[in-house]
């Protein structure tokens, strides 16, 4: 679960940004295609419950740090602009790629890459739990939205900074019933539809090993739960997806199954923690 403005745990759980430009969609409900990552970039930075920085002053700050500006006249040959911000975060994110991805290297005909285990548990995905149904392609996502039947991270409504921000969230987003709701409707507040409420976007399977806790608002902190919670055939919603059953997995089964979706990370990112330069007084004139 990330932090955000004003230092408070956000309500819905952080998505990993690795291969996020990969994506039909990006965040929970949907709202923003990830074929459009500056707007996404934007939106984190001056959303008032992410970074709730003003465009303007972020762009005087960079103007503040002379390794930046210099950084910025090599790149763009000019001055650090708000768009340039929003361009050079985007190729960022771009370089986030998954990398020796043992199923992948299974699939261009590694016997070798994944262990007898795994592919028993890819058996499994594709058989008896069924997991393919969903989770197929590229991303192992079909891109959509549906409801699982997670139960309600309770603890929101408890911590009333983060009760505000889900307030203030679906306040914005025109569903007038705000005040009182203490269920995340997800997808519904992008659509307005009835049959889209507590529905979520499909995630990718890939890093998910690395990336607990799970589900949209985290409340399912292990593989283990994820896959016992499918096995149980998901929870309780009046619009739960019809494809949810249970699915009678053996012990060894569950860990066939883990044992495959271990398989679907690749090498660890290594990102040293750059030195952040100071700011320093600009000449008059070149404000």
């Given at each position: 679960?990330?932090?955000?403005?004003?230092?408070?745990?956000?309500?819905?759980?952080?998505?990993?940004?690795?291969?996020?430009?990969?994506?039909?969609?990006?965040?929970?409900?949907?709202?923003?295609?990830?074929?459009?990552l500056p707007t996404l970039v934007r939106d984190h930075i001056s959303e008032a419950n992410f970074m709730n920085a003003d465009g303007r002053l972020v762009l005087e700050?960079?103007?503040?740090?002379?390794?930046?500006?210099?950084?910025?006249?090599?790149?763009?040959?000019?001055?650090?602009?708000?768009?340039?911000?929003?361009?050079?975060?985007?190729?960022?994110?771009?370089?986030?790629?998954?990398?020796?991805?043992?199923?992948?290297n299974y699939l261009k005909g590694d016997e070798n890459a994944l262990t007898e285990d795994a592919k028993a548990g890819l058996a499994l995905f594709k058989g008896k739990?069924?997991?393919?149904?969903?989770?197929?392609?590229?991303?192992?996502?079909?891109?959509?939205?549906?409801?699982?039947?997670?139960?309600?991270?309770?603890?929101?409504?408890?911590?009333?900074?983060?009760?505000?921000?889900?307030?203030?969230?679906?306040?914005?987003?025109?569903?007038?019933?705000?005040?009182?709701?203490?269920?995340?409707?997800?997808?519904?507040?992008?659509?307005?539809?009835?049959?889209?409420?507590?529905?979520?976007?499909?995630?990718?399977?890939?890093?998910?090993?690395?990336?607990?806790?799970?589900?949209?608002?985290?409340?399912?902190?292990?593989?283990?739960?994820?896959?016992?919670?499918?096995?149980?055939?998901?929870?309780?919603?009046?619009?739960?997806?019809?494809?949810?059953?249970?699915?009678?997995?053996?012990?060894?089964?569950?860990?066939?199954?883990?044992?495959?979706?271990?398989?679907?990370?690749?090498?660890?990112?290594?990102?040293?923690?750059?030195?952040?330069?100071?700011?320093?007084?600009?000449?008059?004139?070149?404000?």
């Amino acid at each position: 679960m990330g932090f955000g403005y004003p230092g408070s745990l956000y309500f819905r759980n952080t998505p990993t940004v690795v291969n996020a430009h990969l994506s039909k969609y990006v965040y929970w409900d949907g709202r923003l295609p990830a074929s459009d990552l500056p707007t996404l970039v934007r939106d984190h930075i001056s959303e008032a419950n992410f970074m709730n920085a003003d465009g303007r002053l972020v762009l005087e700050r960079l103007r503040q740090v002379p390794e930046y500006q210099q950084q910025f006249e090599d790149i763009f040959g000019g001055d650090p602009s708000y768009g340039r911000t929003l361009e050079v975060l985007t190729a960022f994110l771009k370089s986030l790629t998954s990398q020796n991805v043992p199923l992948d290297n299974y699939l261009k005909g590694d016997e070798n890459a994944l262990t007898e285990d795994a592919k028993a548990g890819l058996a499994l995905f594709k058989g008896k739990a069924n997991c393919i149904q969903c989770h197929y392609g590229p991303m192992l996502s079909d891109g959509g939205f549906h409801s699982l039947g997670v139960p309600e991270n309770q603890d929101i409504f408890k911590e009333p900074e983060r009760h505000i921000t889900f307030r203030r969230f679906f306040k914005v987003f025109g569903v007038s019933e705000y005040a009182n709701l203490r269920e995340d409707w997800g997808r519904y507040a992008v659509t307005k539809e009835d049959e889209d409420k507590g529905k979520f976007r499909t995630p990718t399977l890939r890093e998910v090993a690395k990336t607990p806790p799970y589900m949209h608002n985290g409340m399912l902190a292990t593989l283990d739960e994820v896959i016992e919670f499918y096995n149980q055939g998901g929870g309780a919603h009046p619009n739960k997806d019809p494809l949810l059953k249970p699915l009678g997995l053996t012990e060894e089964e569950k860990q066939q199954l883990k044992a495959f979706l271990e398989s679907l990370s690749g090498d660890n990112f290594s990102i040293k923690t750059p030195r952040i330069p100071g700011y320093q007084k600009r000449t008059l004139g070149q404000n």
